[in-house]
T-cell receptor, first 115, second 112 residues
């Protein structure tokens, strides 16, 4: 399958700081990437759809000014959690869609802990 | 509201048995269906995709789709303890950017 790489895999930060997470499609171009959040023992929750060269589309209830998404190239999307608080601690997972099949491939995930 | 429903489990099966995982969806316009496996603390990995009615086999896995009943299932033959994970059903919602809607997942436990 296609490869999606996410970095960093783990990050610990202080409350009030910002954290950037990168998502790269390594062997294919992805015009659309998706960002999910998953709390312990819960399912994936779609946060936003990242579109190359245009603004991201956010799901209802997700603050666009808090979760900044940039999709500057066909292989890279970034998620910045601004002014992080302990309740933002979660497992953030990006995914990229293979246009030919519609299959979604996931990055390894980034576990964010806000102290 | 687009919905994908799965029994949360746990589904417990003995090693070597067939595990049957089920999923129903609400959007009749859905065309693409996927099964993902997620181990605890890891991100989901794609197991199977299915697009037309009937069965699709890949090794020990068989996906079954019935669009009329809005039902998709995954069979795992000769279940192994390493198959113990949460299985997520995903259905495309062809609105906007063709995003996938995920079910809550079924936790499978294969015991020796």
């Amino acid at each position: 399958g296609a490869v999606v790489s996410q970095h960093p895999s783990r990050v610990i930060c202080k409350s009030g700081t910002s954290v950037k997470i990168e998502c790269r499609s390594l062997d294919f171009q992805a015009t659309t990437m998706f960002w999910y959040r998953q709390f312990p023992k819960q399912s994936l929750m779609l946060m936003a759809t990242s579109n190359e060269g245009s603004k991201a589309t956010y799901e209802q209830g997700v603050e666009k000014d808090k979760f900044l998404i940039n999709h500057a190239s066909l292989t890279l999307s970034t998620l910045t959690v601004t002014s992080a608080h302990p309740e933002d601690s979660s497992f953030y997972i990006c995914s990229a869609r293979l246009a030919s099949t519609g299959e979604l491939f996931f990055g390894e995930g980034s576990r964010l802990t806000v102290l | 509201q687009k919905e994908v429903e799965q029994n949360s489990g746990p589904l417990s099966v003995p090693e070597g048995a067939i595990a049957s995982l089920n999923c129903t969806y609400s959007d009749r316009g859905s065309q693409s269906f996927f099964w993902y496996r997620q181990y605890s603390g890891k991100s989901p990995e794609l197991i199977m995709s299915i697009y037309s009615n009937g069965d699709k086999e890949d090794g020990r896995f068989t996906a079954q789709l019935n669009k009329a009943s809005q039902y998709v299932s995954l069979l795992i033959r000769d279940s192994q303890p390493s198959d113990s994970a949460t299985y997520l059903c995903a259905v495309n919602w062809d609105g906007g950017y063709n995003k996938l809607i995920f079910g809550a997942g079924t936790r499978l436990a294969v015991h020796p």
